[in-house]
């Protein structure tokens, strides 16, 4: 059974940081690609950062120069490094995993995964 387990979030103050992991289990070969997403009260789930079938990475322009995606192979783990934190990137943050291949910017669209995490809360105070 495929399963991917966030971990890592939590209240943070504006200007803080905090990273995001995903155990993926269950898995018979490793993903193509695996992708933060985030969706906020009353808005549509998006796509935060993004590595995709060719191991190249992507991200919302929303999250350029603050955010870091990595993945840890080895361990089934993909991370997400949160740096200079705004009110604005409060949200449920979802990860994802796909075996569709996607590439470049596909690798943050929600239409191209097919396996998701519960999701974890991240709140940032002004």
């Known amino acids: 059974q495929v399963q991917l387990v966030e971990s890592g979030g939590g209240s943070v103050q504006a200007g803080g940081s905090l990273r995001l992991s995903c155990v993926a289990s269950?898995?018979?070969?490793?993903?193509?690609?695996m992708a933060w997403f985030r969706q906020a009260p009353g808005k549509e789930r998006e796509g935060v950062a993004g590595i995709d079938s060719w191991r190249d990475t992507v991200y919302a322009d929303s999250v350029k120069g603050r955010f870091t995606i990595s993945k840890d192979i080895a361990r089934n783990t993909l991370y997400l490094q949160m740096n200079s934190l705004k009110p604005d990137d409060t949200s449920m943050y979802y990860c994802?995993?796909?075996?569709?291949?996607?590439?470049?910017?596909?690798?943050?669209?929600?239409?191209?995964?097919?396996?998701w995490g519960q999701g974890i809360q991240v709140t940032v105070s002004a």
């Open positions: 269950g898995f018979k070969r490793n993903p193509d690609a």
């Open positions: 994802a995993a796909t075996d569709l291949r996607p590439r470049g910017a596909a690798a943050i669209m929600e239409v191209n995964y097919n396996y």
